[in-house]
């Protein structure tokens, strides 16, 4: 799977949009983003994922650049609750059960 | 919504003792994983399991590790001899199909003494 490059932490005030970039430079074309987070004591949650095109769905926005070599997860209006370290990944569809890679990803602290 | 379970939340086992870990996955999934987290590191992949074989494994996942679905339920991980370096978050993940996200549980945290 491609490497994953995320800034290691980011701040966001309450209510306002998290904005969390990746950059996926050596992506492959059958290769997805993924995205997840893992608040505090908790397993990873599934949060999105895309090929190409934006997608967007009840947690958030995904922005994948026309060149693929970057995304950018969007939390429209971040609670408290947010505040997790959030898992930009890249996976590769076939038809066997794939691993995910999980790097160290970005620590979002959502502040009142 | 449907979760993953696993039980028992924290498990205290003495160094060299077997252990086992279970997981309920989603009932409709069909392909089931174990991922651990070491205190501070990185989650890491150990096994993936689909129509009663694994699938894919890594290095960590060597001999002393077993997985198994003993019934239409459930999902095991097993450790014949624990280290001390086992101690870490056990997560187990199961999916609906080889493409679709992955679901984790909360995790059991294995604790080795």
């Known amino acids: 799977d491609a490497k994953t490059t995320q800034p290691p932490s980011m701040d966001c005030a309450e209510g306002r949009a998290a904005n969390l970039p990746c950059n996926h430079s050596?992506?492959?074309?059958?290769?997805?983003v993924y995205w997840y987070r893992q608040i505090h004591s908790q397993g990873p949650q599934y949060i999105i994922h895309g090929l190409k095109n934006n997608e967007t769905n009840e947690m958030a926005s995904l922005i994948i650049t026309e060149d693929r070599k970057s995304s950018t997860l969007i939390l429209p209006h971040a609670t408290l609750r947010d505040t997790a370290v959030y898992y930009c990944?890249?996976?590769?569809?076939?038809?066997?059960?794939?691993?995910?890679?999980f790097g160290g990803g970005t620590r979002l602290m959502v502040k009142p | 919504e449907p979760e993953v379970t696993q039980t028992p939340s924290h498990q205290v086992t003495q160094m060299g003792q077997e252990v086992i870990l279970r997981c309920v996955p989603i009932?409709?999934?069909?392909?089931f994983y174990w991922y651990r987290q070491i205190l501070g590191q990185k989650v890491e992949f150990l096994v993936s399991f689909y129509n009663n074989e694994i699938s894919e494994k890594s290095e960590i996942f060597d001999d002393q590790f077993s997985v198994e679905r003993p019934d239409g339920s459930n999902f095991t991980l097993k450790i014949r001899s624990t280290k001390l370096e086992d101690s870490a978050m056990y997560f187990c993940?199961?999916?609906?199909?080889?493409?679709?996200?992955?679901?984790f549980g909360d995790g059991t945290r294995l604790s080795i003494l």
């Open positions: 993940a199961s999916s609906e199909g080889p493409s679709q996200p992955q679901h």
């Open positions: 050596t992506i492959s074309g059958n290769e997805y």
């Open positions: 009932s409709n999934h069909l392909y």
């Open positions: 990944i890249v996976r590769v569809m076939n038809n066997a059960g794939n691993m995910l890679t």
